[in-house]
């Protein structure tokens, strides 16, 4: 199964920055990628599937591109309510792993 | 808009058995197929397995023979069992849709005697 890695582990930002993540797959997964957004003690939320499509109800300023093995999530202008930790996941394969995350803080 | 949640025991001795039941709300569990995820303290997310509503099962080879889910088509429920727990088994377990859409607020599951 593909592992996938993240890059930073974790950044600190102002609000209105903006915000880029990496994934990393260890195989070729097309656009078999999901980003999730997580806050403490809450279950994670859906932001981004098939490596760029948009969930709906999430803001704009959230997306995504890549394909293969190298993906990114772009915040364009960072909120309040976006400091949080970012995952991605791989659904190419039979079982379904995830990045360990970035977070997100303020600076 | 559809629902998750998580139910079942809060402390699991170790060597048994953690049972698990996620009822879905707000819509037809036929319509979707579903996943277990859990979470350690401070951990990334581990994906454990997923079902679909024939019934049919993916698990995580990392689980070995310990993990078992089962669908409740009647019931609206999935449900997840994994045998001979040890401390490394204390998370968050969180039902999901398999899109990834839809989640349950999680139920942590401590291991402990």
């Known amino acids: 199964d593909p592992q996938m890695t993240q890059s930073p582990s974790s950044l600190s930002a102002s609000v209105g920055d903006r915000v880029t993540i990496t994934c990393r797959a260890s195989?070729?997964?097309?656009?078999?990628l999901n980003w999730y957004q997580q806050k403490p003690g809450k279950a994670p939320n859906l932001l981004i599937y098939g490596a760029s499509s948009l969930q709906g109800g999430v803001p704009s300023r959230f997306s995504g591109s890549g394909s293969g093995t190298d993906f990114t999530l772009t915040i364009s202008s960072l909120q309040p309510e976006d400091f949080a930790t970012y995952f991605c996941?791989?659904?190419?394969?039979?079982?379904?792993?995830f990045g360990p995350g970035t977070t997100v803080d303020i600076k | 808009q559809v629902q998750l949640q998580e139910s079942g025991p809060g402390l699991v001795k170790p060597s048994e058995t953690l049972s698990l039941t996620c009822t879905v709300s707000?819509?037809?569990?036929?319509?979707?197929?579903w996943a277990w995820i859990r979470q350690s303290a401070g951990k990334g997310l581990e994906w454990l397995g997923r079902?679909?509503?024939?019934?049919?099962?993916n698990y995580n080879p990392s689980l070995k023979s310990r993990i078992t889910m089962s669908i409740d088509t009647s019931k609206n429920q999935f449900s997840l069992q994994l045998n001979s727990v040890t401390a490394a088994d204390t998370a968050v377990y969180y039902c999901s849709s398999l899109s990834g859409g839809y989640w349950g607020p999680g139920t942590l599951v401590t291991v402990s005697s």
């Open positions: 707000g819509g037809s569990i036929s319509a979707y197929s």
């Open positions: 996941q791989q659904t190419f394969s039979s079982v379904f792993t």
């Open positions: 195989q070729t997964i097309g656009t078999y």
């Open positions: 079902i679909y509503n024939s019934g049919s099962t």
